[in-house]
């Protein structure tokens, strides 16, 4: 068979072109590794308690300055761990002084999960093995509802708990 030498060169043009091009998107893709934008942190979601902030005792709202409060929140298949109350029954609620500085900090031991509040800019992703956290200020006093937005499996629509802002 014959090929034209002008065919010849454009195939090889057209050839180097998608090669420069897969390179490219597979550097941009891989070369940095996939990691949710708002994690630095890591931990083994086998063993979130070995992190100071997921252990039992440390979920929920800290208060770790004068007008500065930290939330942990351990999510899993279908829930948001937000620690125990004194009767030992499970937290589905809590509060922080409007105009607080407050920072979200969560992850999630199985499968990857949302954490939004609603009516908020608070909107994170949760992957296992990475701490998403978030700083805000809720000025608006009220109650806002924290939603899992990822799918995450039969009982995604049941995830969530109550952040109310007081007063
Ligand atoms: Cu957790 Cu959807």
């Known amino acids: 068979m014959h090929v034209h030498k002008y065919e ?15 390179i490219v998107l597979g550097w941009g893709a891989f070369y940095q590794g996939t990691q949710p934008p708002s994690c630095l942190v890591t931990l083994n979601p086998q063993n979130v308690q070995a992190h100071n902030s997921f252990k039992e005792e440390n979920l929920g709202v800290q208060q770790v300055g004068e007008n500065e409060y930290v939330v942990n929140v351990l999510a899993s298949a279908f829930n948001y761990d937000l620690g125990k109350d004194e009767e030992g029954a499970p937290v589905k609620k809590i509060r922080i002084p409007a105009g607080a500085n407050v920072t979200f900090q969560a992850t999630t031991s199985d499968v990857v999960h949302g954490f939004h509040l609603s009516g908020t800019n608070v909107n994170m992703m949760l992957e296992p093995g990475y701490i998403s956290d978030y700083e805000t200020t ?15 499996g039969v009982g995604h629509h049941m995830m969530s708990a109550i952040v109310e802002v007081y007063e």
């Open 8 to 22: 010849k060169i454009w195939l090889t043009f057209g050839i180097g072109s998608l090669l420069v091009f897969l």
């Open 138 to 152: 809720l000025d608006n006093p009220g109650e806002y509802t924290l939603v899992c937005n990822e799918y995450c």
